[in-house]
């Protein structure tokens, strides 16, 4: 797939935190678009995706000079009080082009020198642990929500080709641990997995978010539904894994390996803290 890369020079970067990211005082993007084309990604039917021209997935808008106007929209918002951010909302923080631009980790060295109350990282990119050295320095200011929504590889093939493998999230996730930097799984949306995937996942985190495609995609699943994901679940035999039923199964799951304090339900397990 042929990527198309544009620079954009963005009027704001700090956005009021609205809907199912209501808990944050704002959400922050430091792209727009994302390469790793997720087929489920409710994005693809928000306005940023059905107005642009290209399929989602195959563009993304490097935001030029992201740090300066955050530094910016930072003592600005600062003074009003309490600033949380949620990075990122509609996009990877740490897809491919990351590894060029360095948007991300500008926007990290000032967080260390202008910190926000709070920070939640939203991300599926083992490349998190290239910031490691920013990310200590925050403190209990940040946590990393790595996204594993399986431990099945060849169904995070069909349903997310492009993003990065499980055990790669695995990794990443143990090294943030080893650094001390606050993390969790995001099981979001729930994709079909194995007994044991709970059991795997306890070697490497002592918090889970659990969300669907029914809580979590800000519409009710309507969103989601408008994908046409539920025909992928039927033509991979899986249909019963498409049912807002499913969540209460998978937490009975976890409940069985994590204590319940350790395990959140949808927007709950994503608020600042």
């Known amino acids: 797939m042929t990527k198309e890369y544009l620079y954009k020079q963005p009027k704001t970067i700090l956005n009021k935190g609205t809907g199912y990211l209501s808990g944050y005082t704002h959400t922050l993007n430091p792209y727009t678009g994302c390469t790793f084309a997720c087929e489920y990604c409710y994005v693809r039917q928000m306005p940023v995706s059905l107005f642009r021209k290209g399929e989602w997935g195959e563009w993304v808008d490097v935001k030029k000079e992201a740090a300066l106007l955050l530094n910016k929209e930072l003592n600005r918002e600062k003074k009003k009080g309490t600033v949380t951010i949620f990075m990122s909302s ?38 998190v642990t290239r910031d490691i050295d920013l990310l200590k320095k925050l403190g209990n200011r940040v946590r990393v929500s790595m996204t594993i929504e399986t431990d099945d590889e060849e ?42 995937f709970p059991t795997k996942l306890t070697e490497y985190v002592d918090r889970v978010c659990i969300d669907d495609y029914f809580m979590g995609d800000g519409s009710g699943g309507k969103r989601t539904s408008r994908l046409g994901i539920e025909k992928k679940y039927h033509a991979l035999g899986l249909e019963k894994w498409y049912q807002p039923s499913v969540i209460t199964c998978v937490e009975k799951r976890f409940k069985k390996v994590f204590p319940p304090e350790q395990i959140y339900i949808s927007q709950a397990g994503f608020a600042p803290s």
């Open 155 to 196: 169904i995070r093939k069909q349903f997310a080709n492009e993003a990065p493998p499980i055990q790669a999230r695995m990794n990443a996730l143990k090294k943030l641990a080893d650094a001390n930097i606050p993390t969790q799984v995001a099981v979001a949306p729930i994709l079909p997995s194995s007994e044991e």
């Open 90 to 127: 509609s996009t990877d923080p740490y897809q491919p082009v990351e590894y060029k631009e360095e948007v991300t980790r500008s926007l990290l060295e000032v967080f260390v020198s202008n910190p926000a109350d709070f920070l939640l990282i939203q991300t599926r990119s083992p490349l």
